[in-house]
């Protein structure tokens, strides 16, 4: 059978994997402000890697940088061994492989859930409409709200509405998601349904980056973390190092604060 | 501390209000009458509308409306030759036939536009001073009105060409009048009356909205020259007057087309017109842009949608729908500003209806000619406004 999220899944150990992302001195600023400072990243095939650190630590701009949704002045990053420069054309490739769910959902409120799925699959991916809509159909299966699928956005609760963004970031079956901050906007008792949405897209070997503040998920689905501040990363490791024996003493006041 | 007790099973009480009053009498207490001052104001604005309105309806009543009846071809054609009439029937059978397509096709809206037609014509057919083949005409159009109607409700499939020929009305009206390229043209300088307030009104309206709408995304374009273009263009235009505007375009056109090419006046006001709504359409258009969060920008590219798929499928649809009330608004104050021309030397229905008055055989019938004339431009704007609350409704503007 297929397997769960269609992405293959491999047995082959993290570091012998292909680089998915490769980020080398990252820098950026907004006028006079610094906010990426020399960031360096590689993130394997398949490899989940959750994002932690205060607010304003730049954690957002740095992968909203990586889809080009942000601009960056130096340095270099390669998705998918596309170099991402102003080329129009590597754009919108490196877009076309990699989803994005955002902290407000940004579902397109005048369409159907069906036509807001099948938009990008039909005219990017050229699927033909009936092929486009069964696959839809059937992510909204997985994400468990098949039966919501001719209604608008507006109707849908809020963890709906994020599981709907998440089927239709799927849908263009890119090689790596990227979710930012994607239950900061969910009333409690909604989080845990797109949570485990996510889980199981990590079980199903998909290579995700996530900036989020749930560290019950960060603890349980990272296969590394990293931890921004200031527009740096202070330090990255397995989630049993960094919760457990932080080094960094910024590392440890975060965490002091957060758990 | 105190305990509270929420007692959730219990019904509470119902009060039922006394039933002393008629709902109607209680209306007019709350609305009318509810202190001694606001009575004396209810009473004092009856009398004045009561007068108003009775003297209006003497009016109405008493006047000699034989100025309309005898003059009625000339207000709604002008000076279009008698014998040639046949082609504007033409134009006018092929609006029914898409129009009854369409009220078959998408019912909603469209059935409003059409019953409002339909009423209208049967209003003519019933005029006691038309004649017997006009309304012969008018019948057959009522008639192929219906007909199409129930093709349009069988047929599903014909959406899309008759949203093509609807684009292309205006162009082929042009090309009926003037004779089909066959006959010898009908001189747009006799167009007149009712009929030339409808062509250049639709011309300006339906060609100034694709020009408006460029207008408004150029000015949000990121290259220089594109934006200031667009920026200069409005602001220039929306800095004078339609009237200077009109002028400048009577005599400035013909200047800048150099000698060798003829441009018919009412061709002249078209331009004039459609350049000057065009800067109006692209502000109101502007606002809906931006009003569009840029999450949906973002959404749209993360998804990989290139420029134009992400402007024609996300923004714009819910860009122009925000939009609506205003555009509507403006295409109103265009139609109304078509009577502008005749002070460019054009005879449409105001431009004819002060040719009436000035003629000595109606001297004195200034009020008949005006009242009617005012009417005509108050059923087609009341109906533009009446479909835009409709087509609001349907499409669902403010809901989110």
């Known amino acids: ?259 | 501390m105190e305990e509270i007790s929420f007692e959730t099973n219990k019904e509470p009480d119902i009060l039922l209000p006394p039933k002393t009053q008629s709902r109607a009498l209680r209306w007019l207490r709350e609305n009318l009458f509810s202190s001694w001052f606001n009575a004396l104001l209810t009473i004092a604005s009856a009398l004045v509308a009561g007068y108003i309105l009775f003297h209006t309806i003497q009016f109405i009543f008493t006047a000699d409306w034989s100025v309309i009846s005898v003059n009625f071809r000339l207000l709604m054609i002008g000076q279009f030759p008698i014998e040639e009439v046949w082609r504007i029937w033409t134009a006018f059978g092929l609006m029914t036939v898409l129009l009854g397509l369409s009220w078959g096709l998408w019912k909603g809206s469209m059935a409003h536009v059409a019953v409002s037609i339909l009423a209208i014509m049967v209003v003519m057919l019933v005029m006691p001073f038309i004649q017997m083949n006009t309304r012969l005409i008018l019948g057959a159009n009522i008639v192929l009105l219906f007909l199409t109607f129930f093709v349009g409700t069988k047929l599903p499939k014909i959406k899309v060409p008759v949203l093509l020929v609807w684009l292309l009305f205006i162009p082929v009206t042009i090309f009926i009048l003037n004779g089909f390229g066959v006959f010898e043209p009908v001189s747009s300088n006799i167009w007149g009356g009712f009929l030339l307030t409808m062509l250049i009104a639709s011309v300006s309206i339906v060609v100034s909205f694709p020009i408006g709408l460029l207008l408004a995304l150029g000015r949000r374009s990121t290259l220089p020259v594109v934006k200031y273009f667009c920026v200069i263009y409005i602001e220039f235009i929306r800095g004078i007057p339609l009237i200077t505007v009109l002028f400048i375009g009577q005599l400035m056109i013909p200047l800048f087309l150099g000698n060798g090419i003829e441009i018919s006046n009412v061709m002249r006001a078209m331009i004039g017109m459609t350049l000057f709504s065009a800067a109006y359409l692209a502000e109101n258009i502007r606002g809906g842009l931006q009003s569009i969060p840029r999450g949906q920008y973002e959404a749209a590219q993360s998804l990989g949608l290139s420029k134009a798929h992400m402007m024609s499928f996300v923004i714009l649809p819910q860009a122009l729908k925000a939009v609506i009330p205003a555009c509507v608004g403006q295409f109103i104050s265009i139609f109304k500003d078509t009577s502008l021309v005749a002070i460019v030397g054009l005879t449409d229905l105001l431009g004819m209806g002060q040719k009436l008055v000035a003629n000595p055989e109606f001297l004195g019938k200034q009020m008949e000619v005006f009242l009617f004339v005012g009417f005509i431009y108050f059923i087609f704007c009341f109906l533009m406004a009446h479909v835009s609350r409709r087509l609001e409704v349907t499409l669902g503007v403010g809901e989110r």
């Open chain 1, 1 to 259: 059978m297929e397997s769960l999220f269609a992405v293959e899944r491999l047995s082959t150990p993290l570091e012998e994997r292909d680089d998915m992302i490769t980020v080398k001195g990252l820098n950026k600023w907004f006028g006079d402000l610094h906010v990426l400072k020399n960031v360096d990243l590689t993130v394997k095939q398949g490899e989940v890697v959750v994002i932690l650190g205060p607010s304003g630590s730049g954690k957002s701009t740095f992968i909203r940088t990586l889809n080009a949704l942000e601009e960056f002045q130096t340095g270099e990053i390669v998705v998918d061994g596309i170099s991402l420069t102003n080329d129009l054309k590597n754009i919108e490739e490196i877009r076309m492989e990699t989803g994005m769910v955002f902290q407000s959902f940004n579902l397109f409120p005048h369409m159907t859930i069906l036509k807001n799925i099948s938009l990008a699959p039909i005219w990017v991916r050229k699927w033909k409409k009936q092929r486009a809509e069964q696959i839809a159909l059937e992510l909204l299966e997985r994400v468990g709200i098949p039966e919501q699928a001719h209604k608008f956005p507006g109707q849908l609760s809020g963890g709906q509405q994020q599981r709907v963004a998440i089927a239709r970031a799927l849908a263009m079956r890119p090689k790596i998601m990227l979710f930012d901050e994607p239950t900061s906007a969910l009333d409690p008792e909604m989080v845990k349904e797109v949570l485990d949405v996510m889980k199981t897209l990590a079980e199903s070997g998909m290579t995700m980056l996530v900036v989020t503040h749930e560290m019950g998920f960060a603890r349980q689905v990272a296969d590394r973390i990293v931890l921004f501040d200031y527009g740096e990363i202070i330090e990255e490791g397995p989630p049993e190092q960094i919760f457990d024996h932080p080094q960094h003493d910024r590392t440890k006041l975060f965490l002091s604060q957060i758990l």
